[in-house]
């Protein structure tokens, strides 16, 4: 097959959604056509080029303020070219980015099948219980507490879902998505990526000195329950007799969660100590990862939350509330690494916390071995179905 993969990073940066299509590339190029566009300006790393010789490497620099793009017609034209003159048997955008699914689905339509990665659902968090009236939940969530720039683009948008979607092969990058796909459009068939945990294996090096209690990393902002967190290391130092340390990595992505970050830092009292070190990179990531005792996650607003797995990788127990994401992704994990806690009870949160703290003698995690063939062979057949099922569906209309 002849397939274009529309990304919006380079495979080099640290985004979790190119981290899948690194792992089966290998695969998937050996013995299928592939290109990589990327909607950015900055370039592909030359280590990424020459590991995978095989594939076409784009780029096409686009005016993109996070919500929408603002040069959409050259850029939705430019995908169009590329994809006729490659001779493409299938579209792939791998992020959920509504402007660009809506034009592409409506360009493509009738010619080349086009599919779309969803790591969440369009126009919605991650609900708790979803009611299954999608309009319904889309209005509860714009009177919550998100910012007036995202509420006004959704009211400007959602309405469009149920007509856009049909135009559109789903592809879930997780069970979760799938979850609430099939509960607010269950006429959609929907492909499912079952995300890969690990890799390879790896030896724990019990020599590392460890510097902090505690861990967190996100990108934080309202729903991430960054603001949890004094809470539950307050309860945790109050039990303890001591102050706590913990280091914070990655962003906050809004006003809200810049706040009350800026705030943990700032506390210089007797209860906690934070050591942030805001972005980080595989190499700083693994440092801190390393020298950290227990990861805590306190966040409700994640439809997989990639850091788990990263954190179970440094065999590091986690905690979590007992939610949605957690019961269709990490259900096989057991409950002496994986805490799960009723939803936003600080108190027994920080029980546990303290728990994995005085008694972590983790020597081994259960944990999943997906291979990066395996990755390439659930990927393919997931492409090649969307192409069977987008030749039949233009047979019928024949």
């Not at 010789?53 to 793009?69: E, V």
């Not at 309405?159 to 135009?167: A, D, G, N, S």
């Not at 030896?203 to 902002?221: C, G, L, N, P, W």
């Not at 100590?273 to 390393?290: P, Q, R, T, V």
Request: with cysteine; proline share 4%.
């Amino acid at each position: 097959m002849n397939i274009i993969l529309v990304t919006f990073s380079p495979f080099w940066s640290n985004e979790s959604h190119i981290r899948r299509l690194l792992l089966s590339m290998k695969g998937m190029s050996s013995e299928n056509k592939i290109s990589v566009l990327c909607l950015s300006d900055t370039k592909e790393d030359p280590s990424i080029v020459n590991l995978y010789p095989d594939i076409c490497f784009c780029q096409y620099p686009i005016n993109y303020d996070g919500w929408k793009i603002l040069d959409m017609n050259a850029v939705v034209s430019f995908i169009e070219e590329f994809a006729i003159s490659s001779s493409a048997d299938l579209v792939v955008q791998t992020m959920e980015v509504w402007d660009l699914i809506r034009e592409c689905s409506q360009v493509f339509y009738g010619k080349i099948p086009f599919a779309t990665i969803f790591h969440a659902m369009p126009f919605l968090a991650a609900p708790l219980s979803p009611s299954g009236n999608f309009e319904s939940d889309v209005i509860n969530y714009c009177v919550s507490w998100i910012e007036k720039y995202r509420v006004e683009y959704i009211q400007s948008h959602y309405m469009e879902t149920r007509k856009i979607l049909p135009m559109v092969a789903v592809i879930c990058a997780n069970p979760t998505v799938t979850y609430y796909f099939n509960t607010y459009f269950p006429h959609i068939n929907c492909h499912t990526f079952n995300e890969g945990m690990i890799i390879e294996n790896k030896i724990k090096d019990v020599s590392i000195e460890k510097h902090y209690d505690f861990v967190y990393m996100a990108r934080m902002e309202r729903w991430k329950w960054v603001e949890y967190l004094s809470e539950i290391l307050r309860y945790t130092s109050i039990k303890l007799w001591r102050k706590v340390s913990v280091a914070i990595l990655w962003r906050t992505d809004d006003m809200f969660s810049s706040e009350i970050l800026s705030n943990l830092i700032k506390n210089r009292g007797d209860e906690f100590e934070i050591f942030y070190f805001g972005w980080a990179n595989n190499e700083l990531k693994e440092n801190i990862l390393s020298k950290s005792r227990v990861f805590i996650y306190p966040s409700y607003y994640d439809t997989y939350a990639i850091v788990l797995a990263e954190a179970l990788w440094f065999w590091l127990p986690c905690i979590v509330w007992d939610l949605p994401f957690i019961e269709k992704n990490y259900n096989q994990i057991p409950n002496s690494i994986m805490r799960r806690i009723p939803s936003f009870d600080c108190e027994s949160f920080a029980l546990a916390a303290i728990n994995f703290l005085e008694n972590n003698k983790v020597s081994q995690v259960l944990r999943i071995f997906t291979s990066e063939e395996e990755l390439y062979q659930e990927d393919i057949l997931c492409y090649k179905k969307i192409v069977q099922d987008y030749g039949t569906f233009k047979s019928q209309r024949l």
